[in-house]
T-cell receptor, first 113, second 111 residues
Framework: GAGVSQSPRYKVAKRGQDVALRCDPI?????LFWYQQALGQGPEFLTY????????KSGLPSDRFFAERPEGSVSTLKIQRTQQEDSAVYLC???????????FGQGTRLTVV | GQQVMQIPQYQHVQEGEDFTTYCNSS?????IQWYKQRPGGHPVFLIQ?????EVKKQKRLTFQFGEAKKNSSLHITATQTTDVGTYFC???????????FGKGTKLSVIP
C-alpha cells in the first residue's frame, strides 16, 4: 500500500497477557518510529529504528516493552504481561530519514482489561 | 517528558473566524514541526520550520518560527469546519532521533 499500515487496529487484552503490534512502513523508508498516545495527549516517543538497527529505545517505559525490525522493513512492538496503564494508541511512523517528514499509520488502540 | 508547551489547550471558534495556536520552549529549538490530527485519526505532517524568523504559508495556514527559535505559531485565517482537529507542534533536539510533541491545541469550529 501507499501508506504506513498497522495491525490490528484494535486489541483488547486481559491484564497479564502478551500482545504483539505490527507496523508495515512505506517501502524504502529507512527510519521507523514507535509512539504511544494516551487519550487527550500528544504522541510520546518509544523507540527508533534506522533500517534494522534500533538506535534509540530510551522511550520504552519498562522492560516489558520490546521492539524489533529484523529485516529493516516490518516492525513489531511487543508488550509482555500487559497492565492497565499500557492502554493507549500505539502509533508507528516511517520516514526517508530521521529528520524528514514522518508518515504515521492509523495506530493500534490497545485496551487492557 | 514533553519539552514544548502549547497554548491554548482548547479553542472554539465560529466558522470564518481566525485561529492561532502557540508553541513555547524554554530552550532554543533546532527545528519545529507541525502536525494535524483529525478526531479518530492519526497525526499528519503539515510543515517543518528550521530558520530563525521563518514564515511559511499553506493556503489559509501561516506558520512562524520565532527570532530566538524558542517559539512558533500556527495561524489559520477564516476557519472552516474541515479545520477541526488537534494541532501539535513537535521538536527534535540537535543530535536526537526523538520527535517530542506538545500536548496539542484542540480546535472546534462552530458552523
Amino acid at each position: 500500500g501507499a501508506g504506513v499500515s498497522q495491525s490490528p487496529r484494535y486489541k483488547v487484552a486481559k491484564r497479564g497477557q502478551d500482545v504483539a503490534l505490527r507496523c508495515d512502513p512505506i517501502s524504502g523508508h529507512v527510519s521507523l518510529f514507535w509512539y504511544q498516545q494516551a487519550l487527550g495527549q500528544g504522541p510520546e516517543f518509544l523507540t527508533y529504528f534506522q533500517n534494522e538497527a534500533q538506535l534509540d529505545k530510551s522511550g520504552l517505559p519498562s522492560d516489558r516493552f520490546f521492539a524489533e525490525r529484523p529485516e529493516g522493513s516490518v516492525s513489531t512492538l511487543k508488550i509482555q504481561r500487559t497492565q492497565q496503564e499500557d492502554s493507549a494508541v500505539y502509533l508507528c511512523a516511517s520516514s526517508l530519514g530521521f529528520k524528514a517528514e514522518a508518515f504515521f499509520g492509523q495506530g493500534t488502540r490497545l485496551t487492557v482489561v | 517528558g514533553q519539552q514544548v508547551m502549547q497554548i491554548p489547550q482548547y479553542q472554539h471558534v465560529q466558522e470564518g473566524e481566525d485561529f492561532t495556536t502557540y508553541c513555547n520552549s524554554s530552550t532554543t529549538l533546532s527545528n519545529i514541526q507541525w502536525y494535524k490530527q483529525r478526531p479518530g485519526g492519526h497525526p499528519v505532517f503539515l510543515i517543518q520550520l528550521v530558520k530563525s524568523g521563518e514564515v511559511k504559508k499553506q493556503k489559509r495556514l501561516t506558520f512562524q518560527f520565532g527570532e530566538a527559535k524558542k517559539n512558533s505559531s500556527l495561524h489559520i485565517t477564516a476557519t472552516q469546519t474541515t479545520d477541526v482537529g488537534t494541532y501539535f507542534c513537535a521538536e527534535r533536539r540537535a543530535g536526537s532521533y526523538q520527535l517530542t510533541f506538545g500536548k496539542g491545541t484542540k480546535l472546534s469550529v462552530i458552523p
